[in-house]
């Protein structure tokens, strides 16, 4: 009876260190944001804010994958503002820097046209931009709410592209075009009748170009210099004012300089790691199949003080740089034996023949348990084999 009893208890008991053993917290509620700022371009942004505070929180939980449920648990909205262009809504974020959601309405190219026609008929007048501007195309920046509206202008023999660059904001941001309306008096057979008059030798080519604002003819010796050009300093190029015909610069021939010779090997520039690279390096380790709220931090040895932070959140790798304030371990890696490993065809096999105790270290923080709920051994036997 009594060994009955002691059998009992001793299944219970294994039971019991069975369940706490799989059911040990893990925090998988654990989420980093891979950016400050989430961006939406939308053909039509949201009429008011009840559903413009729906669409960003639908967009915040497509982008970090964290279930509806628990999206106040860590998101909590803190300032709405818009425009007629855009909504911005900001949330403070539990363990994370603020997040500002933007809803920006996208550019058409008949709305980017309607602005830069307006910024050139107040820049140069309604008539000038009537007899010498024709749009030729409207080019939609693909990763943001700009574009670009390009024009051909047109004045006797001259034809030349001018473009105004628009922002989100609807603003012009660049603009390669006329300073003020300009008379083309010029044409190209003048432009190359006064540079021959004035000592430019034959053959010539002339060509127009917009330069600081203003149109010139740009008039170039079709030629092989020899060695006494460059020491007689012989012309071969004139910029030719397209209104008043006066030669506003004049280019020599000038030898280029000899490069010296490197008398030493130049010290190779180290460029910093890109939080990319250090994406391709754990996802070859398997780090998708690390259980939500593994906290990885990785630094860079022998190199600029470069730390990354890995953190498994919500079915996403996310890498940042930066430290973690309680990570699971830190994998300490050579900057050389990393980079080798990444332009290698195989990251793993590059390291399991390559790695040793002074070029690849790893911590643990945690307790073995805790390290096995949450997936560590997959790694440890992929770089095992």
């Not at 030729?136 to 004045?155: C, E, M, Q, R």
């Not at 780090?287 to 190199?303: C, P, T, W, Y």
């Not at 300490?332 to 332009?343: G, T, V």
Request: charge should be positive.
């Amino acid at each position: 009876m009594l060994k009955k009893i002691f059998l009992i208890i001793l299944l219970l008991t294994g039971i019991s260190l069975a369940i706490w053993y799989f059911t040990l917290p893990t925090d998988t509620d654990v989420l980093m944001l891979e950016s400050d700022t989430l961006t939406i371009y939308l053909d039509k942004i949201p009429d008011n804010e009840h559903d413009a505070i729906s669409l960003a929180k639908q967009e915040i939980i497509n982008s970090t994958n964290i279930p509806k449920k628990k999206f106040n648990k860590h998101f909590k909205l803190i300032n709405t503002s818009n425009t007629q262009f855009q909504w911005k809504l900001v949330y403070s974020v539990k363990d994370n820097p603020d997040l500002s959601v933007f809803l920006i309405k996208k550019l058409s190219a008949d709305e980017g046209f309607d602005i830069s026609n307006d910024y050139i008929i107040n820049k140069l007048g309604i008539d000038y931009f009537k007899d010498h501007f024709v749009q030729k195309k409207f080019d939609l920046d693909p990763n943001s709410a700009s574009g670009t509206a390009y024009y051909t202008y047109k004045a006797g023999d001259i034809e030349l592209t001018q473009w105004i660059k628009i922002g989100e904001d609807r603003k012009v941001k660049q603009q390669y075009l006329l300073n003020e309306p300009q008379k083309i008096n010029i044409n190209k057979e003048q432009a190359i009748k006064i540079s021959k008059d004035n000592g430019l030798i034959e053959p010539l080519t002339a060509s127009p170009v917009l330069k600081n604002g203003k149109i010139y003819w740009v008039v170039t010796r079709q030629y092989t210099p020899t060695e006494q050009d460059y020491v007689n300093k012989t012309f071969f190029k004139f910029d030719i004012d397209a209104t008043t015909g006066k030669i506003v610069k004049k280019y020599v021939y000038e030898k280029p300089s000899a490069t010296l010779a490197l008398t030493a090997t130049p010290t190779p520039i180290k460029t910093p790691i890109q939080a990319s690279q250090i994406k391709s390096f754990v996802d070859a380790l398997k780090f998708r199949e690390l259980k939500d709220g593994a906290m990885v931090q990785m630094h860079i040895m022998n190199s600029f003080e470069e730390d990354f932070s890995v953190v498994k959140s919500y079915g996403k790798t996310v890498v940042k740089e930066g430290k973690l304030e309680n990570p699971d371990i830190t994998i300490k890696i050579d900057r050389i034996l990393l980079i080798n490993a990444l332009e290698s065809n195989d990251i793993v096999g590059y390291l399991k023949q390559n790695a040793n105790s002074n070029n690849l270290i790893v911590e643990t923080h945690k307790d073995q348990l805790t390290l096995y709920n949450k997936g560590y051994l997959k790694i440890y036997n992929t770089l095992k084999g």
